[in-house]
């Protein structure tokens, strides 16, 4: 972040969130309030690679929709994404983002102040992806590096992704941070975010992958970046082809894909937007499979930089 950088929330969408914390407040008691207090300490740190929430948030999370009614319940987990939303500034001075990165965050907060306003959602919770995203986002555990993907600051891959990686790419730091942690790490994540599909598409991923490029530039610490979705499956070449470009565009350029398997969630996500692969789903002609990116740092800034040397 240079003196000049981008602003990261203007002063209108700022007094804008500033009229909606104040409309929470009004209609919480000082319990409630109190309550989106502790939901915000709860979160994990964000250089411990922990996905989600965390553990300590969902539990805590949990108790109180025991605790309260639904209504105030989904306001005080509105009031703690506003709240974030309105300190995210000062957050993210402590994240060392690039100026290609933080010119992103106009917009993004703009997005989230509208889906606030007009969210009816009572299960915009701890279990709803929505909420984990915006609170994520509004926290600084992850970045926007597009309109459609965000990107964790810091995850660390599973045991057996990590032997499995291992096996593919035996590097002497990738053992030191097994016996370490447990697992290879820390790696930045990437999600897709289905709100905001507007750069859904193969210039808008290499503008994503180049910020991310940017971003591992100066966090030496991060090992390349990760991510699993359905659409990395090979099997898209027949099923949807207008998408291989997902799966074959990182592995020309150095990246690594790992099987990962099928959830109900890969299911879903997969037939939601495409006629064609839910019928052959429901047919039982295809079945969604996730596979899991993992791009090193080297490759991925060696193909970052290839790309700034073509431009004129």
């Known amino acids: 972040m240079t003196e000049e950088s981008p602003r990261v929330i203007d002063k209108t969408t700022a007094e804008a969130f500033v009229m909606e914390r104040d409309g929470l407040l009004k209609g919480l008691t ?74 992103l965050y106009p917009a993004k907060v703009s997005q989230l102040l509208a889906y606030l306003r007009n969210l009816s959602d009572h299960e915009y919770n701890f279990a709803h992806d929505d909420f984990v995203k915006d609170v994520r986002f509004a926290s600084g555990l992850s970045v926007p590096c597009g309109a459609a993907q965000v990107v964790d600051l810091s995850s660390i891959l599973g045991y057996k992704t990590s032997a499995r990686l291992l096996f593919c790419n035996p590097l002497t730091r990738y053992v030191r941070s097994i016996l370490r942690s447990g697992g290879i790490g820390p790696w930045f994540q ?61 592995v020309e350029r150095g990246a690594f894909m790992l099987w990962s398997g099928t959830t109900d969630i890969d299911i879903r996500n997969a037939t939601a937007k495409s006629a064609n692969r839910r019928c052959l789903y429901e047919a039982g002609k295809y079945t969604p499979v996730s596979y899991i990116l993992l791009w090193p740092r080297e490759r991925l800034i060696a193909w970052a930089d290839s790309q700034r040397e073509k431009r004129p």
């Open 190 to 250: 990437i999600h897709t975010d289905s709100r905001s599909l507007n750069d859904f598409d193969e210039p808008g991923w290499d503008a994503c992958y180049m910020r991310i490029a940017a971003l591992l530039r100066v966090h030496p610490e991060i090992l390349g970046t990760a991510g699993r979705a359905w659409f990395y499956d090979p099997v898209l070449e027949t099923v949807s082809p207008r998408l291989t470009y997902l799966r074959q565009r990182p």
């Open 30 to 103: 000082q319990e409630q309030q109190s309550a989106a207090r502790e939901l915000q300490t709860a979160l994990p740190d964000w250089r411990r690679g922990i996905g989600g929430l965390g553990s300590k948030f969902i539990s805590l999370s949990t108790a109180l929709r025991e605790r309260f009614k639904q209504s105030a319940f989904l306001d005080i987990n509105k009031l703690v994404v506003v709240d974030f939303a309105l300190r995210l500034t000062e957050t993210i001075a402590q994240r060392n983002i690039p100026d290609e990165v933080l010119a």
